[in-house]
């Protein structure tokens, strides 16, 4: 039997991924930017990246400081979330007009899209004609049914063979394949439509865009850093009516504000009225979109925070750190990082009645720092 507090390196652990999308020159290099605190290169031209951007971020989380301040520990492990920026789509992208493809072809495994949206006027900036939010973001959400589609049409082709034959499973696949298309020639993204579970069985190996979850991130400019004006307003508005939460971020400024000194960004924040930097807001908002929580390991080697779906139980959290604990989970012992605050050491915690014992059908909570009793 073994007592975990450590991790043990496993391929179950995959790092949440985010694909940011957005027409060309609206800003998403500045937001990948201010996300990841790297400095890729930005492009103020149409076209002009083919390369994607990849990053993997730490998910800024406190708790694992006052953890840290009451365990001692080596190292802090933070959760981690994989960014890719994909060059800016130009309209007829999805028919292989320009690389578009290859660049969808980018974020296809990607959990969930963070849709940049260009809400600031800015003459350096190339764009044709006027900033027009809605108009851009429909522009890009027919790429994404586009890609869809032919997706779809190819997978149909395929099955079709098996279908009619009789092959059970084939002519399962291309009912759902079909319904799907159906949907998106209707104007209906897929991910509004409730799936049913062998639904989601047949169409998860397609990757297709537009079931991904989606956070539209409003592009506001300096003169807009609260969002409330009408560019960012017709943002939250679409984002309402396609049942997704979006948000306001001042792209530019927040590159700014990465690359300075701690007394430098405080004063800054200050002349522009922001009371957090953009970062944690938009990773918490990408978490509360895929409906993520966080748990804790803590012990002398390390202290870690890890990433699992909400309603997750003991044993499928215990499977994250490996693969083998989730068969040969035993028990879980749990407390909050509110009760280590309280009673300040594990001791005390069991001393106050506090460390709860888990069986197989616990379901995991917010803040819980576990140890997995398994069996090897």
């Known amino acids: 039997m073994?007592?975990?507090?450590?991790?043990?390196?496993?391929?179950?652990?995959?790092?949440?991924s985010c694909g940011i999308v957005g027409l060309p020159t609206v800003g998403k290099t500045s937001i990948f930017n201010a996300l990841t605190g790297l400095k890729a290169?930005?492009?103020?031209?149409?076209a002009a990246s083919v390369e994607p951007n990849l990053a993997e971020v730490d998910v800024p989380d406190e708790r694992l400081e006052v953890i840290h301040r009451f365990i001692p520990t080596q190292k802090v492990v933070p959760a981690k979330v994989k960014v890719v920026d994909i060059a800016g789509l130009a309209s007829g992208a999805a028919r292989n007009e320009g690389l578009g493809n290859k660049f969808l072809g980018h974020i296809k495994e990607t959990d969930a899209l963070m849709h940049v949206v260009r809400c600031f006027e800015r003459a350096d900036v190339a764009r044709a004609t006027p900033v027009d939010p809605r108009g851009d973001v429909e522009v890009l959400e027919l790429e994404l049914a586009m890609t869809d589609l032919d997706t779809l049409g190819r997978n149909i082709d395929r099955v079709g063979k098996k279908s009619r034959a009789g092959d059970k499973e084939g002519v399962h696949q291309r009912e759902v394949f079909e319904k799907a298309k159906k949907l998106l020639e209707d104007g209906v993204p897929l991910r509004l439509h409730e799936w049913k579970k062998d639904e989601l069985a047949a169409l998860r190996p397609l990757f297709l865009l537009t079931q991904k979850p989606v956070l539209y991130v409003a592009n506001v400019g300096d003169d807009d850093v609260a969002g409330s004006g009408a560019h960012a307003r017709a943002v939250h508005?679409?984002?309402?009516?396609?049942?997704s939460p979006s948000i306001a971020i001042c792209g530019d400024l927040e590159c700014e504000l990465a690359a300075m000194g701690p007394e430098d960004r405080a004063s800054f924040q200050a002349d522009f009225a922001l009371a957090e930097l953009a970062r944690p807001r938009l990773i918490q908002s990408v978490y509360k979109l895929l409906g993520l929580q966080t748990f804790f390991t803590a012990g002398e080697k390390e202290i870690k925070a890890w990433t699992i779906q909400?309603?997750?139980?003991?044993?499928?959290a215990a499977g994250k750190i490996h693969s083998d604990f989730e068969k040969g989970f035993i028990r879980a012992e749990v407390y909050s990082v509110d009760d280590l605050v309280h009673h300040h050491t594990e001791a005390a915690i069991k001393?106050?009645?506090?460390?709860?014992?888990?069986?197989?059908?616990?379901?995991?909570?917010?803040?819980?720092v576990c140890?997995?009793?398994v069996n090897k």
């Open 2 to 16: 073994v007592r975990s507090t450590f991790s043990l390196v496993s391929a179950h652990h995959m790092a949440l």
């Open 310 to 316: 909400s309603g997750d139980t003991g044993p499928v």
């Open 237 to 243: 508005a679409h984002a309402q009516s396609k049942r």
């Open 371 to 373: 140890h997995f009793l």
């Open 41 to 46: 290169e930005r492009h103020n031209y149409v």
């Open 351 to 368: 001393n106050a009645g506090k460390l709860r014992v888990e069986g197989h059908g616990y379901v995991m909570r917010e803040s819980d």
